[in-house]
């Protein structure tokens, strides 16, 4: 029943590593989106993703690529890890799709806590 | 200078007490959202707003567009209600997912 899941929730790993993180949302939402917790707490935007485009936060290292394997679906692939990329990282959804004039209630996965070593 | 502001950072406070956590923005947004982040660390969403004011149960939220300010109010607060309050906004300039504030930590003490 769970509306967005991630897997998996704890991630350790090597600096150097290839890594990813698995999204499902069974809301039948148009977009969804992928956001990074700093070690203090802070919330920023990585990317947004619906069926026709693909929005990358211009601060996003291209290490960072999200995969959507259908619209259900948007995984996080991380190459090469660096210590900095530990953070928490949160999938959410929402219904409207990712044009510039609209509103929307944005549904959160549980996180997944990385931690490069 | 972050785009989205919030006070207090830290509140704690008495249970029962009426509490205020203030959120002021200084881009053009289409949408402000009121998040709750628990303990835990899951992210619950409690309000969105374009305009005016919200209440859900003992939850207050309004907006002012004008001032690009907004409040979030918890009436009878209950220990319960311990968490990090999250304002975001949706920038209306772009379609990049939601700007966040640095969030309010709440505890409230029996």
């Known amino acids: 029943d769970t509306a967005v899941s991630q897997t998996p929730k704890y991630l350790v790993t090597q600096m150097g590593n290839d890594k990813s993180i698995k999204c499902e949302q069974n809301?039948?939402?148009?977009?969804m989106y992928w956001y990074k917790q700093d070690s203090k707490k802070f919330l920023k935007i990585m990317f947004s993703y619906n069926n026709k485009e693909l929005i990358i936060n211009e601060t996003v290292p291209n290490r960072f690529s999200p995969k959507s394997p259908d619209k259900a679906h948007l995984n996080l692939h991380i190459n090469s890890l660096e210590l900095g990329d530990s953070a928490v990282y949160f999938c959410?959804?929402?219904?409207?799709?990712?044009?510039?004039?609209?509103?929307?209630?944005?549904?959160f996965g549980p996180g997944t806590r990385l931690t490069v070593l | 200078k972050n785009e989205v502001e919030q006070s207090p950072q830290n509140l704690t406070a008495q249970e029962g007490e009426f509490i205020t956590i203030n959120c002021s923005y200084s881009?053009?947004?289409?949408?402000l959202h009121w998040l709750q982040q628990h303990p835990g660390g899951g992210i619950v969403s409690l309000f969105m707003?374009?305009?005016g004011k919200k209440k859900h149960g003992r939850l207050i939220a309004t907006i002012n567009i004008q001032e690009k300010h907004s409040s979030l109010h918890i009436t009878a607060s209950h220990p319960r209600d311990s968490a990090v309050y999250i304002c975001?906004?949706?920038?209306?300039?772009?379609?990049?997912?939601?700007?966040f504030g640095k969030g309010t930590h709440l505890i409230i003490q029996p």
């Open positions: 881009v053009g947004i289409s949408a």
């Open positions: 975001a906004v949706r920038v209306r300039r772009g379609a990049d997912g939601l700007t």
């Open positions: 809301l039948g939402h148009d977009t």
């Open positions: 959410a959804s929402s219904q409207a799709p990712g044009l510039a004039v609209w509103t929307d209630t944005q549904y």
């Open positions: 707003l374009s305009s």
